[in-house]
């Protein structure tokens, strides 16, 4: 009964949070979008960053915390993610949705929406491969990308970890595993489990 009256309440402060409700529709917005076409929308990124960055300044105690804490989640969403738009990993969409989000959060959840989002992005890979039945490629794929990276890196030249099209498992549409790893952390950090 206390579980069920926990959840309740959770239903309810996110229900009344404007911030969580616009962050939340955002974030479905663009997991249908990457799902149907492998695109994030420019317009939701920057719009939503900017709502975020607004609501979260006006919002605060004081607009200084507020502002320092929406640009230092959008920084640290952004930081993230960029190294793996730079190695050809990720498209910038997904890395402009997760600063997006981490505009939002604050710096400190940023970091755990970013761990959540890492999870729910290798649980999603392992199912995709499963689900294609080419799950022993996508293992051989990744021994070779991080053999290849590591060579790269001792070798001192840029590392690639980008697959030839004809190596490839498939694309997946990473928009949807930040949706979901944001909410599972969103909710666990509402819940205290975080």
Request: aromatic letters at 10%; one cysteine or more.
């Amino acid at each position: 009964m206390q579980e069920f009256n926990a959840v309740l309440e959770l239903l309810a402060m996110l229900a009344t949070d404007i911030r969580m409700l616009a962050l939340f529709a955002l974030l479905g917005v663009a997991a249908v979008s990457d799902w149907r076409s492998y695109r994030i929308p420019n317009w939701l990124t920057f719009g939503g960053a900017c709502f975020a960055l607004i609501y979260v300044t006006m919002a605060a105690r004081t607009p200084a915390s507020g502002a320092a804490s929406a640009f230092g989640g959008l920084a640290v969403g952004f930081a993230a993610m960029l190294p793996f738009y730079a190695l050809g990993i990720m498209g910038a969409g997904d890395v402009k949705l997760m600063a997006m989000t981490g505009a939002f959060l604050g710096p400190q959840q940023t970091l755990m929406a970013v761990l959540f989002t890492f999870i729910a992005g290798g649980v999603a890979a392992l199912a995709f491969a499963i689900h294609r039945r080419r799950l022993v490629h996508m293992l051989g794929n990744v021994k070779a990308t991080a053999q290849g990276m590591v060579i790269s890196t001792i070798a001192g030249m840029r590392p690639d970890g980008r697959l030839q099209a004809g190596q490839s498992v498939g694309k997946l549409p990473y928009g949807v595993c930040i949706a979901a790893g944001t909410v599972v952390q969103v909710l666990a950090h509402q819940l205290g489990f975080v």
